[in-house]
């Protein structure tokens, strides 16, 4: 049973507009969340966090919103750029669980020029 | 270059083979994971340490499967006994404390095998 759900495998985006990735958890013990980027033959890299006692974070052209009551996240990137062409990965934790991440199955981004 | 190093890159073996893969953490983080990534997946957790204890392992790895890091820095996976559904992506992270919480990890570039 997966416990964090990216149910988009694919997203296609023009360069400049919007691109909205979600993601969903069924664990409500999760409070902590992360983004991750993967580009091929890379492992990931860190993207942005939310702490489950905001509903939103901000860092430059991304931003993550969290509603909690919801049990769902979105990772918004504006204006949308080639180089964000990547896979994105949602990973959460809970403190009681000794903090490591479940990770989602990825949403694939592709930003066309 | 002081991130996540992961060696060796790819691997290809025969069934039945023994595989060891190796990773170097960010030198000032404690804790080390383990996972592995299949085709349309994310990462899957396998283990991880903290300093030379291994705290936690995932039901997904089994008795063919071990992990150590015998003086808190390097760690070591070793796959005994290969079989072709061992085929992914192995990707080692560590990370630190920052405040009450390891909240990022740096991942290396992973470990390709692939079990003929």
């Known amino acids: 049973d997966q416990q964090v759900k990216q149910n988009s495998p694919s997203l296609s985006v023009q360069e400049g507009r919007i691109s909205i990735l979600n993601c969903d958890y069924t664990?409500?013990?999760?409070?902590?969340f992360l983004w991750y980027k993967k580009y091929p033959a890379e492992g990931p890299t860190f993207l942005i966090s939310?702490?489950?006692?905001?509903d939103k974070n901000e860092d430059g052209r991304f931003t993550v919103f969290l509603n909690k009551s919801a049990k769902h996240l979105s990772l918004h990137i504006v204006p949308s750029q080639p180089g964000d062409s990547a896979v994105y990965f949602c990973a959460a934790s809970a403190n009681n669980y000794g903090q490591n991440f479940v990770f989602g199955p990825g949403t694939r981004l592709s930003v066309l020029p | 270059d002081t991130g996540v190093s992961q060696d060796p890159r790819h691997k290809i073996t025969k069934r039945g083979q023994n595989v060891t893969f190796r990773c170097d953490p960010i030198s000032e983080h404690n804790r080390l994971y383990w996972y592995r990534q299949t085709l349309g997946q994310g990462p899957e957790f396998l283990t991880y340490f903290q300093n030379e204890a291994q705290l936690e392992k995932s039901r997904l790895l089994s008795d063919r499967f071990s992990a150590e890091r015998p003086k808190g820095s390097f760690s070591t996976l070793e796959i005994q006994r290969t079989e072709q559904g061992d085929s992914a992506m192995y990707l080692c992270?560590?990370?630190?404390?920052?405040?009450?919480?390891?909240?990022?990890?740096?991942f290396g570039p992973g470990t390709r095998l692939t079990v003929l």
């Open positions: 939310i702490s489950s006692i905001k």
């Open positions: 664990n409500s013990m999760f409070d902590y």
């Open positions: 992270a560590s990370s630190r404390l920052k405040g009450a919480r390891y909240n990022e990890q740096f």
